[in-house]
């Protein structure tokens, strides 16, 4: 099933949003805004197999290091870095296939198309340059 991942650094861009929020402008890239109310229906759940165990956490598709689990003294820690978040879709068709629409986060110029998802571990993505005023974003 695919799903669409939203990276920091490169933000997808179908079509642009009319709702601006905050002194920047900054707007979520999905109609999905549960991040507000409740993180794991806003985050897609990642398959994964953990000393032998299946899971679908959803803390997989979360930014920073939640991915590659090991035991350790003290705990269980991650050990991959995950560059975007992946945001769950709010609707789907028949086939289970993401039907959402995605915005840029602010104003800004395309830069790069990658259209084939089997060129990148990104997926599908637009590359959006942003300037906040003090150098460029994207």
Known sequence: ????????????????????????GLVLPTDNDKI?????QFYMYTDRNFEGVSSKPWQGGTYGFSRNGKRTS??????????GIDIRPVRRDASGNPLDDI????????????????????GRYVVMHH???NGPFF
């Open 36 to 40: 507000f109310s409740d993180p794991t």
């Open 103 to 122: 915005y840029s986060m602010m104003n800004g110029t395309v830069v790069y198309v990658n259209s084939d998802a089997s060129k990148s571990n990104y």
């Open 74 to 83: 003290v705990g269980i820690i991650n050990t991959r870095f995950h560059e």
């Open 1 to 24: 099933m695919p799903l669409f991942r939203i990276s920091l650094a490169a933000v997808l861009l179908l079509t642009s949003s009319p709702l601006l929020a905050g002194p920047l």
């Open 131 to 133: 300037d906040f005023g």
